[in-house]
């Protein structure tokens, strides 16, 4: 029996696939250095929320909008490359879990400073 469930072996191919075609199918010039950082699908395969990160912060919600309103060709290239019965709903998300560990890294550094 294979250790992860399906929908967790389904979001890793998504979020594979999704950053190759952000990569080099997605011709947006305002699109700057954006990475897909997970994808979070439920069981039954049909809604995925899709996490991104962008290198500069200023540039997160034009990416975010700009994402969004491509999915509907991102989601039309994913079932052209996965063989699934249904091809889950795209929405794109900003991870905020590299800000929220910068904090705690820096909070840790304090701490080991004053002591």
């Not at 399906?6 to 997605?26: C, K, N």
């Not at 540039?59 to 091809?87: G, H, Y």
């Amino acid at each position: 029996m294979l250790p992860y469930k399906r929908s967790q072996r389904v979001g890793d191919l998504l979020r594979q696939e999704i950053a190759d075609i952000i990569m080099r199918r997605v011709k947006d010039p305002r699109i700057g250095f954006v990475t897909v950082t997970g994808v979070d699908i439920t069981d039954d395969l049909k809604i995925a929320k899709v996490f991104i990160s962008c290198l500069k912060d200023e540039e997160k919600d034009a990416t975010l909008e700009i994402l969004n309103a491509a999915k509907s060709f991102i989601r039309s290239e994913v079932a052209k490359r996965i063989r699934i019965k249904v091809i889950p709903t795209l929405e794109f998300r900003v991870d905020e879990s590299m800000g929220y560990g910068d904090r705690i890294d820096k909070l840790l550094r304090e701490i080991k400073g004053n002591t």
